[in-house]
């Protein structure tokens, strides 16, 4: 039986995938799903690094502003639409790209979902209070004691996860990684190509900083005074994650916007780290530097099977 096949692209934050994905989309007719997990909120546009405008009519997009900023939106949610995008994308002729740098939105997709106890709004909310209240690190310091193993793999900020991980445990009385080691994410559904990008580390570093510049330049002040205009806080788990944690904290004064950008550029830096040693441990990636394109666009070709190389050359 042939396997539907599909294109991922992945890699650290920072290094270019929606750039090479739109050059991919735009020679081999093909679709992108976007595999992140906060660009598929509205309203945060500036601070996800969300396509452009101009870059979503080069190519097609799926799963940008798919919620607002006080909607739950989690892997299980991700995989549902991300099913539906891709039997809609091949039902009319053309080819699926994934494109994004959350790992567990990859693994979900490709390997199958765990079969973990689902979702408990009421009880997401009281972890979330509780952190609210106790402090940062509250809901690590839990996670820790009864689930070392998960607490190792999560960002003590990453409270999204973090409360998935406590309510999994709360519910079921077994730790999420239990439930994960016994899935195995064994399940091979699909035929896939995935790519990773990666760069030397002073070179990456300097394009985060120059990044998080260029976001407080186009407005991601403005776009968080926005968010809150519009009833959005910053006790939201969207609102706290980087960038809109750094200039939030700066808009109630705790420091200037020097120091915001310096903050956020150090967390983006970790988040890459973090990221690059995920795809790392993931089997089968191809990597490759951003400037490799014809290597790129050569193994994307014997994947598909198709002869597209003499239309890399301007790529």
Not at 107 to 134: I, K
Not at 220 to 226: A, F, I, K, M, S
Request: hydrophobic share 40%; proline share 6%.
């Amino acid at each position: 039986m042939t396997l539907p096949q599909f294109v991922i692209i992945t890699g650290p934050t920072a290094t270019g995938k929606t750039a090479l994905a739109i050059e991919l989309a735009t020679l081999y007719e093909a679709e992108i799903i976007s595999a992140d997990s906060r660009q598929v909120y509205r309203y945060l546009d500036i601070g996800t690094a969300k396509p452009t405008p101009a870059q979503r009519a080069a190519a097609v997009h799926h799963l940008l502003d798919v919620v607002n900023p006080d909607e739950c939106f989690d892997s299980a949610r991700f995989r549902t639409l991300a099913l539906e995008a891709m039997q809609d994308i091949w039902q009319r002729g053309k080819r699926v790209l994934v494109v994004g740098g959350t790992g567990l939105y990859l693994r979900t997709l490709t390997r199958g979902l765990c079969p973990a106890p689902p979702a408990d709004p009421a009880l997401r909310a009281r972890l979330q209070e509780q952190e609210q209240s106790a402090g940062k690190g509250f809901l690590h310091g839990w996670l820790s004691s009864v689930d070392p193993e998960a607490a190792a793999r999560l960002h003590p900020n990453d409270t999204v996860r973090l409360i998935r991980a406590l309510e999994v445990f709360l519910r079921s009385g077994t730790p999420l990684s239990h439930w994960q080691r016994a899935h195995g994410f064994r399940e091979r559904p699909f035929s896939t190509l995935t790519i990773s990008l990666v760069m030397e580390r002073e070179t990456l570093r300097r394009l985060i900083e120059q990044r998080c510049r260029q976001m407080v330049r186009e407005g991601l002040v403005e776009e968080v005074r926005h968010l809150w205009g519009l009833g959005y806080g910053p006790d939201l788990p969207p609102l706290q994650t980087i960038g809109y944690t750094q200039i939030g904290e700066m808009l109630r004064g705790q420091y200037g916007l020097e120091d915001a950008i310096a903050r956020m550029a150090v967390e983006t830096q970790r988040l890459a780290k973090r990221q690059l040693t995920w795809f790392r441990a993931e089997p089968d990636v191809c990597w490759f530097t951003p400037g490799q394109r014809k290597e790129i666009a050569a193994t994307v070709e014997k994947f598909l099977g198709e002869d597209c190389a003499d239309h890399i050359s301007g790529v």
